[in-house]
C-alpha cells in the first residue's frame, strides 16, 4: 500500500511538472543584433519567471524580420521605427503587424574618416545613405538641419532626392543597403549610418559622429507583434517588461547616449 502511495505521489509530481511545461508560453521574437537582441536577452530571465519562454531570432538586414513576422512565421519583431512599418506596409499585402510599445530612440548619425565636422565637408563630396525609403528621407533630413541641402518639404520624413531643391556643394548621393554602410566608410567622404550598425562596428554615435539627430524623433524603435497576437498574455508580459524601471536603466548604463529609451 504504501509503494502504491509513494507511486502515484511520483506520478502525481509527473503531471504537475507536465502542466507547468505546457502551461509555460513561448514568444518567438525577431530582432537585429544591437542592441535589439541585447535588450530582449536581458529581459528573458524575468519573463521565464512569469512563465513565458523568450527566443530571439538574430537578423542582419531590415527586410526578412518584418517579413517573416507577415508570414506568421514569428510572432513578432523588435527593430523598425513607425516610418519604416509605413514604408513595408505600402510594398507588401495582406501585412498584419502592428505597434504595440515604444522602447527607444537610436540617433542617426553621419561619420567620417576624413572630416571633423560638416562645414568641412567639400564640394562634389559623396554622400552614403541607406536605401530603404525611410532610412533615406531621414538621411536627407539630417542632411538638411546641417544646411548641407534644402528640401522642399522640410518635414517630409519620406522625402527623396527628387525632393532636393537646393544643393550648393553638389553633393552626390550612394543608396546602399544600411548593414553595409559601416564597410564603406573609408570609400565616401561621409555616410549616414544607423545606430544599431554603427555599434556593431564599433563607432560611438556620440563621440564618433560628424553629426547627429537629437532624442526628440519620430524614430522610436518598436515591439511589433501581429494583429492575432497583439493582446496575448504573453506580449503583455513582454511589453511590461520592456517598459520597465529595470531596462530604462540597462539602456542608460550600457549605451551612454548612443540609445536612448523612449518611454
Not at 535588450?39 to 527566443?55: D, H, R, S, W, Y
Not at 531570432?57 to 510572432?75: I, R, S
Not at 542617426?108 to 568641412?120: G, H, L, P
Not at 532626392?161 to 564603406?184: Q, Y
Amino acid at each position: 500500500m504504501k509503494k502504491q502511495i509513494q507511486r502515484l505521489a511520483v506520478l502525481s509530481a509527473g503531471s504537475v511538472l507536465m502542466a507547468s511545461a505546457v502551461a509555460a508560453e513561448t514568444l518567438t521574437i525577431a530582432a537585429t543584433p544591437v542592441p535589439h537582441a541585447e535588450i530582449l536577452e536581458f529581459v528573458k530571465p524575468q519573463l521565464a519567471k512569469e512563465g513565458i519562454e523568450l527566443k530571439v531570432k538574430v537578423f542582419t538586414d531590415y527586410v526578412q524580420p518584418a517579413v517573416q513576422v507577415n508570414e506568421k512565421h514569428l510572432d513578432g519583431n523588435f527593430f523598425l521605427h513607425q516610418p519604416y512599418l509605413n514604408e513595408f506596409k505600402k510594398s507588401h499585402k495582406n501585412d498584419i503587424e502592428v505597434p504595440v510599445a515604444k522602447v527607444h530612440v537610436e540617433p542617426f548619425a553621419a561619420y567620417s574618416v576624413k572630416y571633423k565636422k560638416a562645414a568641412d565637408i567639400p564640394a562634389g563630396a559623396t554622400i552614403a545613405i541607406p536605401n530603404d525609403p525611410s532610412n533615406s528621407g531621414r538621411a536627407l533630413l539630417l542632411l538638411a538641419k546641417q544646411g548641407l541641402l534644402k528640401l522642399k518639404d522640410p518635414t517630409n520624413i519620406s522625402a527623396t532626392r527628387k525632393d532636393i531643391i537646393e544643393n550648393p556643394k553638389n553633393l552626390k548621393f550612394k543608396e546602399l543597403e544600411a548593414a553595409t554602410l559601416p564597410r564603406v566608410l573609408n570609400q565616401v567622404d561621409v555616410a549616414l549610418i544607423n545606430t544599431n550598425y554603427a555599434i556593431e562596428a564599433k563607432l560611438n554615435p556620440v563621440k564618433d559622429s560628424l553629426f547627429i539627430e537629437d532624442a526628440n524623433s519620430p524614430y522610436a524603435n518598436l515591439l511589433v507583434a501581429r494583429e492575432d497576437n497583439k493582446n496575448s498574455p504573453a506580449f503583455k508580459k513582454l511589453i511590461a517588461a520592456l517598459n520597465s524601471p529595470e531596462v530604462k536603466r540597462f539602456i542608460e548604463e550600457k549605451y551612454k547616449g548612443a540609445v536612448v529609451p523612449a518611454f
